[in-house]
């Protein structure tokens, strides 16, 4: 009995290690970046975004969607690739990661993607900027796929608000 | 937020150090020009074009002013456009900045003016 409960326990362990991840893709200077669809709940058009005194240059400032006010991160700024230009045509992401909600932006906002069982290879060891925070790569014909960890991200992002 | 009823709350506009802001118009004491000589007022960043403060009751019946660019006026806002800090910015921004204001889908930070870096207590 206790060989087949072990076995059991196996099962879906294995099931769920193989199965296909559905992804949220988005572009930042060229390069293509993902984070786990489940915490995109929406791609809207950017609001009218009101800046804050004391806050980083990666943190846009607020908006308000629906009634909710929602920081706004810039990704390009915060992992030093550069800057996302803001325009009226700007879409946003809302993720919602462990009770925060946060718009983020990037260069382009491509939409969901999934990468098939076993597709995702270890992140590259080391580094700094975007590679701190990527927890998985994925070699594709549109080019590489970095997974990036948006709970640390923005865990990070927010212990990197310090109020002044 | 001192005047809050059903009606809402008055909220002071005024745009400092480049940002658009909102204060309890019930705090405020006056409204005043600044002059060179006038001792130095708080602020929220780099003051433009300045030349104006608010002077506002601070703790234990003390005054406190902040120098500003532009007094943008009196609104009356709803108790149900007041909305608190997002959790991600909880303890994470300036301390002045206490919520937010919904303005014609748009957002004023309200700040306690007493809480302004730098405002200095005067007797009252």
């Known amino acids: 009995l206790r060989a087949a409960l072990d076995r059991s326990e196996?099962?879906?362990?294995a099931a769920a290690a193989e199965?296909?991840?559905?992804?949220?893709?988005?572009?930042?200077?060229?390069?293509?970046?993902?984070?786990?669809?489940?915490?995109?709940?929406?791609?809207?058009?950017?609001?009218?975004?009101?800046?804050?005194?004391?806050?980083?240059?990666?943190?846009?400032?607020?908006a308000a969607h629906r009634g909710e006010v929602i920081p706004v991160v810039d990704l390009?700024?915060?992992?030093?690739?550069?800057?996302?230009?803001?325009?009226?045509?700007t879409r946003a992401g809302i993720a919602r990661v462990e009770g925060m909600?946060?718009?983020?932006?990037?260069?382009?906002?491509?939409?969901?993607?999934?990468?098939?069982?076993?597709?995702?290879?270890p992140p590259p060891l080391g580094g700094e900027g975007p590679a701190e925070f990527i927890s998985g790569v994925a070699t594709e014909a549109r080019g590489t796929l970095s997974v990036l960890d948006l709970p640390r991200l923005l865990s990070t992002a927010r212990a990197r608000t310090v109020k002044r | 937020m001192s005047m809050m009823g059903e009606a809402g709350v008055d909220v002071l506009l005024f745009e400092a150090g480049g940002f658009r802001l909102g204060a309890d118009a019930g705090a405020?004491?006056?409204v005043a020009s600044h002059r060179p000589e006038d001792p130095q007022a708080a602020t929220f960043g780099a003051v433009r074009s300045g030349g104006r403060e608010i002077v506002a009751r601070g703790r234990g019946g003390t005054t406190q002013a902040v120098s500003v660019d532009t007094i943008l006026g009196v609104r009356r806002v709803k108790p149900s456009d007041l909305?608190?800090?997002?959790?991600?910015?909880?303890?994470?921004?300036?301390p002045a900045v206490i919520g937010f204001a919904?303005?014609?889908?748009?957002?004023?930070?309200l700040v306690e003016l007493s809480e302004v870096e730098g405002a200095e207590a005067e007797p009252g």
């Open chain 1, 19 to 62: 199965a296909d991840v559905e992804y949220f893709c988005f572009r930042i200077h060229q390069a293509r970046y993902a984070v786990l669809s489940s915490y995109v709940s929406e791609v809207i058009r950017l609001p009218p975004v009101t800046a804050l005194p004391g806050t980083p240059p990666f943190l846009l400032g607020v």
């Open chain 1, 10 to 13: 196996d099962r879906p362990a």
């Open chain 2, 102 to 109: 919904v303005l014609e889908e748009t957002l004023v930070a």
């Open chain 1, 101 to 121: 909600v946060v718009l983020f932006i990037a260069d382009q906002l491509e939409g969901l993607h999934t990468v098939q069982a076993g597709g995702l290879l």
């Open chain 2, 83 to 94: 909305r608190p800090l997002p959790r991600f910015l909880l303890g994470r921004v300036h």
């Open chain 2, 28 to 30: 405020v004491v006056r």
């Open chain 1, 76 to 89: 390009s700024r915060f992992l030093g690739t550069g800057t996302a230009a803001v325009t009226a045509r």
